[in-house]
T-cell receptor
């Protein structure tokens, strides 16, 4: 089967750095994505890793280690607007589906 | 470029009824996926369609079905509604839906309440 694990909640201070981890178990792994969802809003794409290493997009970075079945999302210079839920998601080869984790609720405090 | 449009946005049904939800993908996107979102459960994969063909299906009972039309618009249907079907149903589109693109574009969802 397929499963993804990520922390349910993370709290950080404005201006700080936070890391949200994601471990996965799946067959036919192709890539790991991250999505952000604000309350009442639609999930929006943040980043995608198909190869090992770090991908940087502005204040957000995402890392993947295929050998460890592990990835993380790094958010720097946290802002209040970053308070949201963050989902890791696995894309499958030939499966035509993307499986999501349960999400991590990030609270940014002043 | 218009985003993914889902209708209706909100609906209330009673147990035993059936419901049909609609999704219009971004123009040019041929893959449409459906997800059920409930608090604490993340997004549960329902099914994916591409060029009117269902290519994959999640672990949901047969009461959940879908289809895609030639213009890539998609509908999903839930028959014999149960209280546990209350959820936000999200539709996502992508260019081809093949593994490797990573990016899904989501609609705002249809929030279904079953009484």
């Amino acid at each position: 089967g397929q499963s993804l694990e990520q922390p349910s909640e993370v709290t950080a201070v404005e201006g700080a750095i936070v890391q949200i981890n994601c471990t996965y178990q799946t067959s036919g792994f192709y890539g790991l994505s991250w999505y952000q969802q604000h309350d009442g809003g639609a999930p929006t794409f943040l980043s995608y890793n198909a190869l090992d290493g770090l991908e940087e997009t502005g204040r957000f970075s995402s890392f993947l280690s295929r050998s460890d079945s592990y990835g993380y999302l790094l958010l720097q210079e946290l802002q209040m607007k970053d308070s949201a839920s963050y989902f890791c998601a696995v894309s499958h080869t030939g499966g035509f589906k993307t499986i999501f984790g349960a999400g991590t609720r990030l609270f940014v405090k002043a | 470029k218009a985003g993914v449009t889902q209708t209706p946005r909100y609906l209330i049904k009673t147990r035993g009824q059936q419901v049909t939800l609609s999704c219009s993908p971004i123009s040019g996107h041929r893959s449409v996926s459906w997800y059920q979102q409930t608090p604490g459960q993340g997004l549960q994969f329902l099914f994916e369609y591409f060029s009117e063909t269902q290519r994959n299906k999640g672990n949901f009972p047969g009461r959940f079905s879908g289809r895609q039309f030639s213009n890539s618009r998609s509908e999903m249907n839930v028959s014999t509604l149960e209280l546990g079907d209350s959820a936000l149903y999200l539709c996502a589109s992508s260019l081809e839906g093949l593994a490797g693109t990573g990016e899904l574009f989501f609609g705002e969802g249809s929030r279904l309440t079953v009484l």
